[in-house]
């Protein structure tokens, strides 16, 4: 069953079921910042880094299930599956929107 997820976090997701990074990063502003499992990107550099060498070649491919507003941020949980150890695991995704884009996005186990 489909969820309602705002415009920017929809098309994050939609980029990364085609393991497409362009389309992942189009949501992003300028100077956003990524924490994935405690570890601090800032930049679309670090960013689309982080992407392609962490994302892309284990294929790892979010699927949310579900969606909640928590102290402004938009908490969505649910599967991710790739070519990686534990496949599949449930990750949460804590994304900070600003003017219809991503200011941060905090991904954690």
């Known amino acids: 069953m489909p969820i309602d997820l705002p415009k920017p976090i929809a098309d994050y997701v939609e980029a990364n079921a085609r393991l497409d990074v362009d ?4 949501p992003f502003v300028h100077d956003a910042v990524f ?5 601090r990107f800032e930049g679309h ?3 689309r880094e982080l992407l392609e060498q962490e994302v892309v070649p284990v ?11 928590e102290g ?5 949980e649910g599967p991710a599956h790739g ?6 695991l449930r ?6 929107l ?10 954690s186990v």
């Open 45 to 47: 550099a670090a960013i």
């Open 72 to 76: 402004g941020d938009v908490i969505v």
């Open 23 to 26: 389309g992942m990063m189009k």
């Open 91 to 96: 990750f949460t995704y804590r994304f900070t």
């Open 83 to 88: 070519d990686f150890p534990g496949s599949p």
């Open 59 to 69: 294929k790892a491919i979010f699927e949310p299930d579900t969606v909640r507003e």
């Open 35 to 39: 924490i994935d499992n405690g570890k």
């Open 98 to 107: 600003a003017h219809d884009a991503i200011e941060a996005l905090e991904v």
